[in-house]
């Protein structure tokens, strides 16, 4: 009865071993992933700045990149929906781009949504890459996503 037991016990401790060291393995895999975080938002002369880090480990270059983006007032309502070109987006690189939005009140800002991506274009590029492989973050305190 207790051979059975540490034997049980054996084959448990190793399945959780293996689980483990699959996960580590998956967890060290490189990403893929088209990384934009909503950096900053903050007042401008005029209207609202938003700062956007983006990273591109797609492993391709991307020539042209381009979201369309909702903005949702405190409320959740639907205040604004634009356009933002981040153009060529090269391989391993990160890049930050700002854009200045005439007329918006960051302090009423409570939400920035990713519509759909309007351009996503290079060599090897699927034009669905810039949606399907888009990583979100958010430091700016506005609540950021797809």
Not at 2 to 26: C, D, K, M, P
Not at 97 to 114: P, Y
Request: with cysteine; glycine share 10%.
């Amino acid at each position: 009865m207790i051979r059975h037991s540490v034997i049980r016990s054996l084959a448990l401790a190793l399945a959780f071993a293996g689980a483990g060291a699959t996960s580590a393995q998956e967890a060290a895999a490189p990403s893929s992933a088209l990384k934009l975080d909503l950096n900053a938002v903050e007042p401008s002369n005029g209207g609202c700045r938003m700062t956007f880090v983006v990273e591109n480990a797609v492993g391709k270059e991307i020539t042209k990149a381009a979201y369309e983006i909702a903005l949702f007032d405190k409320e959740g309502r639907v205040s604004r929906l634009m356009v933002l070109d981040f153009q060529a987006l090269p391989a391993g690189k990160t890049k930050v781009k700002q854009f200045d939005l005439k007329g918006a009140d960051c302090g009423n800002v409570g939400r920035v949504l990713i519509n759909d991506a309007t351009a996503c274009e290079g060599d090897g590029i699927e034009p669905a890459a810039c949606i399907r492989q888009l990583e979100t973050s958010a430091k700016s305190g506005v609540q950021f996503g797809t």
